[in-house]
């Protein structure tokens, strides 16, 4: 058997190389990446192993002696090329690497703040263990923080920052958190949740520039000409897809690395997975429509590693995992489950003002995606739902005396 070659040593990429074993493979198989250490997770990044619940040995996916047991070789380099005539893979320093298969799960990189003053020291990104630790380090001493950026890093952030004792500011561009993700009800329920925590959040608000005094941040200034002082700054405005060297590869890159439902790029001996590719989904267009669509999530990393690791082992099938994805701000626990369009409407099950509650998501009549408030057994139920055709209409979802588990009998 020929050797299997998996750039990109994180979630989807570690996923591919131990499902491959699980699933028999039996020939060398080769994990690079570029980031020191093991693979690690990096959800905890910003949650419990940035309030300090967790260390490194919780956060890594597998100690060393599994990748020695299961003879997944690690080599931490940077790949700066593909040859596809040869089928080799080149690392920095002039080696390269052999591939019969080569899987492409290069992730994604933080999206830089594009304003003045973004090179002062003390502007932080949240993406990586480097970029952790080096935030942790910083928060032990900081009073005033601000977030540029409502997103899901960002305001899991506030909430550790806030925990942790800080001043915190929330600034976003958009009307609303987490607009790109959830039901405005979802969005105006996490604005308060964050007041009450005690973030100043401030909406609709643009960020200008950065003010610095010797080298390093004071001031966050936003489109009203106000600055916001800071000891420091969270940047969470997004990430952008590594797709370079696949597009310099002659791979078709389109908001992310194109592959087919089965995950194949336009050439036989290249797959692609996770947060770095755009696939065809039926949760993103409709049952006979499939979209286009780039998810950033470990559920899609990981099913899509293990849909892969199926076919590259004979029992090929299409990717067709529901998508789910959960965020930890202080105590609440949101989960989503499906994808949701901007103009679905939206069906509360429970009340917001117990923290306990679901947002239904409906596109003409059809049940598209759930957002959940700690009930987790709404979420689990969602995600049975949307595998199948959803048989649950607005009104049942709006019903508290429906027994959703009915609809599974
Ligand atoms: P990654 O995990 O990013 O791995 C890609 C790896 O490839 C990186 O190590 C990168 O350095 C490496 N690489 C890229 N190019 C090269 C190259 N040329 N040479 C060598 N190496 C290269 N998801 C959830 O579902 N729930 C959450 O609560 C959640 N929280 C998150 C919190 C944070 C702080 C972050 C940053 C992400 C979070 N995510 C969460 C998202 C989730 O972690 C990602 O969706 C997931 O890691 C994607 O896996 P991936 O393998 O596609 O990419």
New binding site residues.
């Given amino acids: 058997e020929e050797r299997i070659v998996i750039?990109?040593?994180?979630?989807?990429?570690f996923q591919a190389a131990a499902s491959l074993r699980e699933a028999g493979f039996s020939g060398p198989l080769t994990l690079?990446?570029?980031?020191p250490g093991l693979p690690y997770q990096?959800?905890p990044?910003?949650k419990a192993y940035m309030k300090g619940d967790a260390g490194i040995e919780q956060i890594e996916l597998r100690p060393a002696a599994f990748y020695a047991d299961h003879r997944i070789e690690l080599i931490q380099?940077?790949?700066t090329g593909i040859d596809r005539a040869m089928r080799r893979l080149r690392l920095e320093g002039g080696e390269s690497l052999s591939y019969a298969h080569l899987i492409l799960?290069?992730?994604?990189r933080n999206r830089p703040l594009p304003v003045p003053g973004r090179e002062l020291a003390g502007v932080y990104y949240?993406?990586t263990r480097a970029d952790a630790d080096a935030l942790k380090a910083t928060l032990a001493g900081a009073r005033h923080v601000v977030v540029i950026g409502a997103g899901?890093?960002g305001l899991?952030f506030a909430a550790v920052a806030r925990a942790l004792g800080h001043e915190v500011t929330v600034i976003e561009a958009a009307a609303r958190p987490l607009g790109r993700a959830v039901s405005p009800e979802m969005s105006a329920f996490f604005a308060q949740a964050h007041r009450d925590l005690g973030a100043t959040l401030l909406l609709g608000a643009g960020v200008v520039g950065l003010e610095g005094a010797e080298g390093r941040v004071t001031g966050v200034k936003t489109t009203d000409g106000v600055v916001h002082p800071a000891d420091f700054v969270l940047v969470g405005i997004g990430v952008v897809p590594?797709v370079e060297?696949a597009a310099e590869a002659g791979l078709e890159v389109a908001n992310g690395i194109v592959v087919d439902d089965h995950l194949a790029t336009s050439d036989p001996a290249i797959s692609a997975?996770?947060?770095?590719v755009a696939y065809p989904s039926r949760f993103a267009g409709g049952k006979n429509e499939p979209a286009m669509v780039r998810l950033?999530?470990?559920?899609?990393?990981v099913d899509q590693a293990r849909c892969l690791a199926a076919r590259l082992t004979g029992k090929s099938a299409p990717f067709e995992a529901v998508p789910w994805?959960?965020?930890d701000q202080g105590d609440l626990k949101l989960q989503m489950v499906g994808l949701a369009g901007p103009t679905d409407s939206a069906v509360l099950r429970g009340d917001p003002a117990s923290r306990r509650f679901s947002v239904f998501r409906f596109r003409d009549g059809v049940l598209t995606a759930i957002e959940s408030v700690n009930r987790p057994a709404d979420h689990m139920l969602g995600r049975r739902l949307l595998a199948g055709t959803p048989v649950l209409t607005p009104e049942q979802a709006g019903d508290e005396s429906f027994e959703l588990k009915s609809l599974l009998a």
Wanted: aromatic share 8%; no cysteine; net charge negative.
């Fill in positions: 750039l990109g040593a994180g979630q989807g990429g690079v990446g570029d980031e990096r959800p990044l910003s380099a940077r790949a799960a290069t992730g994604a949240l993406r899901f890093i899991e590594n060297i997975l996770g947060d770095a950033e999530s470990v559920q899609n990393a994805f959960w965020s």
